[in-house]
């Protein structure tokens, strides 16, 4: 998959993400609205119906001032919310979940903070790494507001702050490790990411529930060279454990001629050795040279005398 496309994917990702968050939150605002409604029309409806018999523009106004002071003083937060409650302008209390009061004119609702876990979508495009080699990674941060009057008084934006710092905090983690240290330690750079975040923004009464990373990508001249130093680093392992496998049978060898009271005879077992596996996986014909015969008649007459004795 080419760096477009796998941007296209994630944009379309994240895309989905926001309009259902969207369509979420516009659900709970039309919600919000129907309950007003509710609070507006029956006050003003139990006013009308007390002064039906005398019914008047004063008692029509009445009725409309009844209704919009209860649906401005009664309303509810949903399970997973806070509303912050402003007196004068300094913050009294926080309310919720539930039905909640508030004072018309003294008081006014300054936020309604969601303290769900939420998901952020962030990135850092060619952040260069320890040496010196530009990488783009993208990563997703889960985070929740613990603290609901921190997050609405210590910074005016606070979801817009936290995606802010998470960007720096990548390119700082990344600037310290290596290319390779960023391929396989995954693990760490999501840890140390956590912990950079969580320091910057806990005073904001927010708090980094996980940093994952979701893609990697690196140049495609690098990829090249790596996957050739890697096929490189496997060619060379092989060999080894092929003369370490070498060494072991030639011991093994040495020990079985020892056996057979010719030490010295090992070479020769081994190499018939050699020639019977030949035959025996790709089949034909084996054609002996005379110093190799001669050398497996002395061998056969060495071991017979040594049998004999």
């Not at 302008?89 to 309604?112: D, Q, W």
């Not at 310290?176 to 975040?197: G, H, N």
């Not at 092989?238 to 030639?250: G, K, M, N, P, Q």
């Amino acid at each position: 998959m080419s760096k477009d496309q796998s941007k296209l994917m994630r944009g379309v990702a994240d895309l989905v993400s926001d309009s259902a968050n969207e369509k979420q939150s516009t659900t709970n605002q039309y919600g919000a609205i129907v309950f007003g409604l509710f609070m507006f029309a029956i006050p003003a409806a139990l006013v009308l119906w007390a002064t039906w018999s005398f019914v008047s523009i004063g008692t029509i106004a009445l009725a409309v001032a009844v209704g919009a002071l209860c649906a401005f003083a009664i309303n509810y937060a949903f399970q997973w919310e806070k509303v912050v409650i402003t007196r004068f302008g300094k913050t009294n209390r926080i309310v919720g979940p539930g039905l909640y009061f508030v004072i018309p004119i003294i008081e006014s609702k300054a936020a309604v903070v969601d303290q769900r876990i939420r998901t952020t979508s962030f990135g850092a495009e060619e952040t260069l790494s320890s040496d010196l080699v530009p990488v783009d990674v993208d990563a997703v941060l889960f985070w929740m507001v613990w603290d609901a009057g921190k997050a609405c008084t210590e910074v005016h934006n606070y979801e817009r702050a936290i995606s802010l710092c998470a960007q720096t905090a990548m390119r700082d983690a990344i600037g310290q490790i290596s290319l390779s240290e960023i391929a396989v330690r995954r693990s760490y750079l999501d840890e140390e990411l956590q912990r950079i975040i969580s320091g910057k923004v806990e005073d904001w009464g927010l708090s980094v529930v996980a940093v994952e990373i979701r893609d990697i990508v690196i140049p495609k001249e690098l990829q090249d060279a790596m996957s050739k130093q890697a096929q490189a680093e496997r060619e060379r392992d092989a060999r080894v454990l092929l003369a370490e496998v070498e060494r072991d049978i030639s011991e093994m060898y040495v020990e079985a001629a020892a056996a057979y009271g010719c030490p010295e005879r090992a070479m020769q077992l081994r190499t018939m050795n050699l020639i019977h596996d030949s035959v025996k996986h790709h089949g034909g014909m084996v054609v002996v040279p005379s110093a190799y015969s001669e050398g497996f008649n002395d061998a056969a007459s060495d071991i017979t005398k040594e049998l004999l004795r």
